[in-house]
């Protein structure tokens, strides 16, 4: 059985490797021909193209492809034996369809958490590279702190709750100007900003408040203002618009929950933000879960491509209802936010009973 375990093991680890490899080329192809344009803004040559997609594939793409990966090594694994009635000859030793899956969910498993840890290291160091594209040649720097995001750059510290890139709002604005010595000389607070085209600051609902560095004892003088414009610059110093809390890790996320709920705001979004983040590597299990049972049903079919048609189908539903979850949960419904795990409960339900039903 030891021989057998192992055999199945190397045949799903080599399938997953293939497939993935095969995914990310394919995907790495059509980027480049959609947006040659825009990997030549960060250089020239194969440097800047090799540079766009290391950015680009593991932020937007690799959480997908492991999953799918997974899901099509299972499948096939077992599909292929299955049409060539290896699996007959398995099970007439007396081997239990649930013993031939045990190898393959035990390797699912590790690379879940083998995904959860790229998760927090290379996709979110993607994700600050596609925010420091943006960055500043004169060593600005975006960071979080205690329930907000700061900006630093030159004499200037600017501070915002929570952004909206599409919209490209803030929300929440501070902005802190200091001279030379380091001294405060104005403080601006506002309830919002709306960014322009020319990359002014439209503040809502601002307080200004004017200190003098020669008399630190004296009063501000301060202006209420229903509607200002604040010059910032250049689009390099709106750094503020990627202000995403899901660039965060899941330590430091979980902390900006905390820091949001101590600041008496709605932390509905986040803590869906969290749960779907942490969920996600753990459908790299329930893919391989749920690519098992259609493999072993290849015996009764013969058939790869009914069987596929149906696991397609199977992880189009899947996504289609946690899109509608996470929907529900970012809009500020408080019961969607485990809405996550109750979708990979309910689908591993559905594949671990097609599993039990298989013929022994």
């Not at 890790?249 to 803590?271: K, Q």
């Amino acid at each position: 059985m030891r021989i057998l375990s192992r055999y199945l093991l190397a045949s799903y680890l080599t399938l997953f490797v293939s497939i993935l490899c095969i995914a990310v080329l394919i995907i790495a192809i059509v980027e480049m021909m959609l947006n040659f344009e825009q990997m030549f803004e960060q250089g020239e040559g194969l440097w800047a193209v090799g540079t766009y997609l290391l950015v680009r594939l593991p932020t937007y793409y690799l959480p997908y492809l492991v999953p799918f990966a997974s899901f099509g090594a299972a499948f096939l694994c077992l599909g292929i034996p299955a049409r060539a009635h290896e699996l007959v000859a398995m099970k007439t030793g007396g081997i239990a369809p649930m013993r031939i899956a045990a190898p393959l969910l035990a390797a699912a498993l590790a690379i879940s958490g083998l995904t959860l840890i790229a998760n927090e290291t290379i996709v979110l160091d993607a994700s600050s590279a596609v925010v420091g594209r943006d960055g500043d040649e004169d060593g600005g720097g975006l960071f979080q702190a205690r329930g907000s995001f700061w900006y630093h750059r030159g004499t200037f510290l600017y501070n915002v709750r929570e952004a909206d890139r599409a919209s490209r709002t803030l929300r929440g604005v501070s902005v802190f100007e200091r001279d030379a010595a380091g001294q405060l000389t104005r403080r601006l607070e506002a309830e919002s900003a709306r960014i322009s085209e020319d990359h002014r600051w439209h503040l809502r609902n601002a307080t200004v408040r004017t200190f003098d560095p020669g008399d630190p004892t004296a009063a501000p003088r301060t202006e209420h203002l229903p509607e200002t414009v604040l010059a910032v610059g250049t689009q390099r110093n709106l750094a503020l618009l990627d202000a995403d809390a899901s660039t965060l890790s899941l330590l430091r996320l979980r902390e900006y929950i905390r820091a949001v709920e101590d600041d008496g705001r709605d932390p509905t979004r986040y803590r869906a933000m969290f749960h779907e983040r942490l969920a996600d590597p753990v459908s790299v299990l329930l893919f391989t879960l749920l690519g098992i049972p259609l493999g072993l049903a290849v015996e009764q079919s013969r058939s790869l491509a009914v069987a596929g048609i149906q696991g397609i189908a199977l992880l189009g539903l899947f996504y289609a209802v946690k899109t509608v979850a996470s929907m529900l949960a970012s809009s500020g419904v408080a019961a969607a936010v485990p809405g996550p795990w109750f979708v990979l409960a309910s689908f591993a339900g559905f594949a671990a009973w097609r599993l039990a039903r298989a013929p022994s």
